[in-house]
């Protein structure tokens, strides 16, 4: 019997962010959607106004045999930049911040190691800004976002190879 554990992670617009993870071998499966902000079951329209303060965040089913929670960050890091507070490019407000739910106090200590080991090397011209917030609900986005770049392969520029720091 298989046993799968969560993740959840905001790193911008969450239809790139499910479509990068969806490429990680035991990333069983993807849901984007809502959480860490004040407002029960929030629209997109809501959250993409500035008004609930909830960010857009994918949540992983995934196999702990198969792909660690340190892989996991790795490629959480190496897929956005965690140095813009409130921002993924083109994309600006609170919803789009860089952020870790973790799901267990493993989960918080292995991302807080990894954000003090990021911003100690200097890999990044500026300091991680990325945060560790408290688990909160998770709020399933519309049924039109979920597996959205598989309906809309142009909607997103994703690495033609996966990056996975180390």
């Known amino acids: 019997m298989m046993s799968t554990e969560l993740a959840t992670f905001a ?10 993870f969806q490429q990680v071998p035991g990333v069983l499966q993807t849901q984007v959607g809502y959480m860490g902000g004040h407002t029960d ?14 960010a857009e965040v994918v949540q992983l089913t995934y196999d702990p045999e198969q792909v660690t929670y340190q892989k996991l ?11 813009t507070l409130n921002r993924q490019g083109p994309d600006v407000g609170t919803q789009y911040r860089s952020a870790i739910f973790p799901h267990s106090p493993e989960q918080h200590q292995e991302a807080q190691a990894m954000i ?3 911003n ?13 917030e408290p688990l909160a609900p998770f709020y399933l986005a519309e049924d ?13 520029a ?9």
């Open 144 to 156: 039109y976002h979920q597996q959205y770049y598989a309906k809309n392969r142009i909607a997103c």
């Open 11 to 20: 790193a911008g617009c969450f239809w790139c962010v499910e479509a990068v």
């Open 41 to 54: 079951a929030p629209t997109y329209k809501a959250v993409c106004d500035g008004d609930t303060n909830h």
């Open 120 to 132: 100690a090397s200097n890999v990044f011209k500026a300091p991680v800004v990325t945060t560790l």
């Open 73 to 83: 960050l790795s490629v959480f890091f190496a897929n956005h930049d965690p140095t």
């Open 116 to 118: 003090a080991a990021l």
């Open 158 to 166: 994703l690495p033609k190879q996966l990056v996975f720091a180390e």
